[in-house]
């Protein structure tokens, strides 16, 4: 027989985890399904070695707490990070919402670590100002960083939290979503049925194909986010010091002139490079391991979001695209050396020899990259080495290092309303995998909304944060 819920949450990341927190005093009964291990089992795996190298591949990126388990624990409490929450609310109202949700983590055992970002604001304002002059917008970021070991207290800590009417069933992934005559049923997972009032879908980027596949099945219309291309820099760590001695984490925003589009850095850190694999083959750096070596180099990613327009409706299957290009020419990663690239020939190991930056990824190939980035890419990436070459002189040394190719993907982006609600009434949409956040901060605001949203519904309102 069916089992009946008041509430079902699908997918137990940080948006699920603050949907049942919001909703773990009111009463309602709630399930929490999960495709991945619970807490206690997943550390377990993590720490364990000889374990099947399959099982900790998934344990890495499913179970209790989402794919940033087991991360360096950093929360983003600056509003132009980790998402797109703003699309559905002021910046006011995300900005209360980051700052509560700090308090939550720091209430289960994150109060006391530090926040980056505070210190040297006289000379951010500086940088801002130069950044002005380049035609860039720099923005810091303030940053808790709870640390590995603590960020998985904090989660332990959360899921010991809920009372007796709030249950948790993991290694049960969803198979489907139900809806009839336009009303939400509930789900099967693991050949069960669950009838709920209230569904709130919260994939993580791990579900987000299969729910792309379920939201289109219900007929939920789903627009695709854009997809980032670009390259992986490397040069002397003094070049970039005057950013990365006063930001523990910044990125600087260019629109070139050339095409208009938006060009950004990514992950700016004076460290080498932290390859692993990932299941697409892709070269995949710095990758949630956060396992650092101090190189001598900074290295962080330039990238060109481009959002494609209607009919093409498949970013990700493009951006793979360019990348098994780099794979098919280099048998991997390619490095070419930024004058190369400019004077219209590919880099030689011999060439790369006698650079100035030593590779810290002596496994890439020298080639052109060229014949794998289309010329709109190359001319966007060349102006914004041109603009950071004002605010760090040097940053468009011919020595400096391009690997490539570096893409991110970002899930197809479901129709919601300012609620999260998606067209089907009492059916939510929310986390990494819905398309809407990218990161710890802002998908657990997500997880307020709908919680708080909820509580309106029942007639318990928490008030104002």
Known sequence: MAKSYDVVIIGAGPAGIF???????TGL???ILEKGLDIRERIALNRNRT???????????????GAGAFSDGKLTLTTDYGGNLDDYMNKGELARLISYVDSVYCRFGGEGRQVYGDEHRDKIH???RKAAAADLAFIPARIRHLGTDVNGEILTHMRDSFPSHVTVKANCPVDHILVKDGKVEGVIAGGETYLCKYLVAAPGRDGAEWFTKEAESLGLHTASNAVDIGVRV???AEIYEPITDICYESKLVYFSKSFDDRVRTFCMNPYGFVVTENNNGLMTVNGHSY???????TNFAILVSKQFTQPFHEPIEYGKYIASLANMLGGGPIVQRLGDLRDGRRSTAERIRRGLVHPTMPSATPGDLSLVLPYRFLKDIMEMFEALDKVAPGANSRHTLLYGVEV????SRIELSNQLETKIPNFFAIGDGAGITRGLAQASAAGVVVGREICARIGKPKGEI
């Open 51 to 65: 374990a099947p190298a399959a099982d900790r591949r998934a344990n890495i990126v499913s179970g209790w707490g």
């Open 126 to 128: 500086e940088l801002k």
């Open 234 to 236: 490397e040069s002397p």
């Open 291 to 297: 396992a650092h070596k101090k190189s001598g180099n």
């Open 408 to 411: 991110k993907f970002y899930s």
């Open 29 to 31: 009964s709630i399930l």
């Open 19 to 25: 949907t049942a927190l919001e909703l773990a005093d």
